[in-house]
């Protein structure tokens, strides 16, 4: 199952998410996310146009995705024991 339209109904369908929405999206506090891009270790890539932070819905769609599926495989693996 893809993310993209969980994500992209969190925004009324737009394909760009400002830095707030993606935060809010995967779980982050807003400060969270700010330091993490300056550290270059946001999960989710960005772009700034102007002063502002945007991303691709299919871009956070994919992350929630890989989350999803690292666990699923780590509750598998749990089962398996």
């Given at each position: ?37 300056a ?24 992350f ?18």
């Open positions: 199952m893809n993310a993209l339209f969980f994500v992209m109904g969190q925004v009324g369908g737009r394909l760009l998410l400002n830095l707030e929405e993606t935060a809010n999206v995967i779980g982050y506090e807003v400060s969270t996310a700010h330091s993490k891009i550290k270059g270790e946001f999960p989710v890539p960005m772009r700034k146009q102007g002063n502002k932070w945007f991303a691709d819905a299919r871009d956070v769609a994919s929630l995705d890989a989350m999803r599926a690292e666990a699923r495989k780590a509750h598998d693996a749990m089962k398996r024991l």
